[in-house]
């Protein structure tokens, strides 16, 4: 199968924060793959700018450096990376003073789509949008790009919104979800809303219940002072598993445009009913012979931030009436996987018997690893001793039905980041959307503080706190296993 690209009109980027971790491990290596892929026009310009005292020269050797690591394995023809170099260059800038503004708006150039990416800490945000308006670069033709985390609750969301919209209108800000720039989050409004199969059966009616599981294996690494501050509920669920959750949920949008869009997800975090401290499961790894606990790992013995959480979730609407999500998301769990899981009601009478069993179509969406579909179906058992039943799953992994093309997919950043370029806000979060689903996380948050409540301790390599297990097992359900 051949992939088509699209080019993208000549731009301007400009990476504030060049210099730092995500621009070197996610955005420059994208931008290269995208000039190598022939998206990137060669007349596009990327611009580092940072704090850190360096020349155009030493920038394009830290951009080589930063290709080399993390540029992924695809075989470059001779030459691209020179003349990707050729595109790149670098001015000190100060977001706080005048250093570096006037060179800056003297680089840019006119009459072309200029994207500036806010790659550095939220605090910076108010101060860059102020200078790009005070040096001429917040005209119509300008996109801004910011990144996650989006406030830590509604009032800090809502003062980011208000410093960003003082100097852009809505339709010029990107907030970066990356998790809806993946592949098969994509895959997920396709499969909905491409094939007649599901959506007839996509409501309370059919499905019993939808899991969305998030796991990852590793522990909260040099990330521990911004992360314990943050805890699973800010860094995972507010914002990734609640954005699957909308694209499970919604309602079909007339049209696959970002405002038609992003109205149906706003829609349902809006119908999210408040959660029950009951369905509320939070959880902190403890430490082993040979390893760390969170505690140790965040140098706060004292701290009852989560790194797990499990909730139970409810949508006030007709079509999800009684129909419950169950989200969980944590680190150092058993294996890394994304997963969506749908399971489907039991049939409404079975012929065959008792005896047969109990059997569901399970619909189950892997965002990693091996991003695929797998249904389950019930068939018979093969062979002699009459009508036993059995669940086999029809299994399509994306990289073996579409081949290598699959393999090699997009990754999620050069995806938005091109989408910005692009001027397609689809993939990106709106305003409204941001603050409705802190608006719906914020109870949640101030109801365990103000029961004190206690995360409970987890061992590593597992599925999690004991009473996440029984969050399910309470209604008759069970997670799917967690495997890698
Ligand atoms: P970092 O600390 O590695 O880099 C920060 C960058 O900001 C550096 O280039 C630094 O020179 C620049 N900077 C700091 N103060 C400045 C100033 N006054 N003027 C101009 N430049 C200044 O941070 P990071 O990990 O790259 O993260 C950047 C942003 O992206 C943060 O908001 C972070 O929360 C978010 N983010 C990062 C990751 C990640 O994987 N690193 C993932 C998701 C979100």
Redesign the pocket.
């Known amino acids: 199968m051949v992939s088509r690209v699209i080019p993208v009109d000549p731009f301007d980027l400009v990476i504030?924060?060049?210099?730092?971790?995500?621009?070197r491990?996610?955005i420059i290596p994208g931008l290269f793959r995208r000039f190598c892929s022939g998206q990137m026009p060669p007349e596009a310009q990327i611009i580092g700018a940072?704090?850190?005292e360096m020349t155009d020269a030493e920038f394009r050797i830290f951009t080589a450096e930063a290709i080399a690591e993390f540029g992924g394995s695809a075989v470059v023809e001779d030459g691209m990376l020179d003349a990707f170099l050729d595109r790149v260059g670098y001015v000190v800038?100060?977001?706080?003073g005048e250093g570096g503004w006037k060179e800056l708006s003297a680089r840019v150039r006119d009459n072309l789509v200029h994207a500036f990416y806010f790659?550095?800490?939220?605090s910076?945000f108010g101060d860059l949008a102020e200078r790009l308006h005070e040096h001429g670069l917040a005209g119509d033709e300008a996109r801004i790009v910011v990144?996650?985390?989006f406030g830590k609750d509604l009032e800090s969301a809502r003062a980011l919104n208000a410093v960003l919209e003082k100097h852009f209108d809505e339709h010029q800000i990107y907030r970066i979800d990356h998790y809806l720039g993946k592949e098969t989050v994509q895959n997920l409004m396709a499969v909905r809303f491409g094939n007649v199969l599901f959506e007839p059966l996509w409501n309370a009616q059919y499905v019993d219940h939808i899991q969305i599981t998030v796991a990852e294996t590793v522990g909260v690494g040099g990330r521990g002072s911004y992360y314990d501050q943050s805890g699973a509920m800010r860094d995972m669920v507010q914002n990734h598993l609640m954005q699957l959750l909308c694209l499970i949920a919604m309602e079909p949008p007339a049209k696959f445009e970002p405002d038609a869009v992003r109205d149906e997800k706003l829609k349902v975090i809006r119908a999210l009913e408040p959660v029950e401290p009951h369905h509320i499961v939070r959880g902190q790894y403890a430490a082993t012979d040979t390893a760390s606990g969170y505690r140790q790992d965040v140098e706060n013995l004292r701290s009852f931030t989560e790194s797990f959480m499990a909730l139970k979730v409810h949508i006030s609407n007709w079509r999800w009436a009684g129909t419950p999500f169950y989200l969980r998301t944590g680190k150092k769990l058993k294996a890394r996987t994304s997963e969506i899981v749908v399971v489907f009601k039991d049939a409404p009478h079975s012929i065959f018997g008792v005896d047969a069993g109990r059997h569901r179509n399970v619909l189950a969406i892997r965002l990693q690893p091996n991003e695929g579909m797998t249904l389950d179906v019930t068939i018979k058992e093969p062979g002699p001793g009459g009508m036993r039943l059995v669940d086999v799953p029809l299994d399509m992994s994306f990289a073996e039905a579409l081949g290598p093309d699959a393999e090699q997919a997009t990754e999620a950043y050069e995806r938005l980041i091109m989408d910005v370029i692009r001027g397609n806000q689809t993939l990106f979060m709106r305003g409204d959307e941001v603050e409705a689903a802190w608006a719906w996380t914020d109870p949640i948050i101030e109801g365990w503080i103000r029961r004190s409540d206690v995360p409970k301790t987890y061992d590593p390599g597992g599925a999690g706190p004991e009473d996440a297990l029984v969050l399910m097992h309470r209604d008759g359900r069970r997670w799917r296993e967690l495997k890698a």
């Open positions: 504030f924060g060049g210099t730092g971790d995500l621009a491990r996610k940072a704090r850190s800038i100060d977001a706080k790659s550095v800490a939220p910076l990144e996650k985390p």
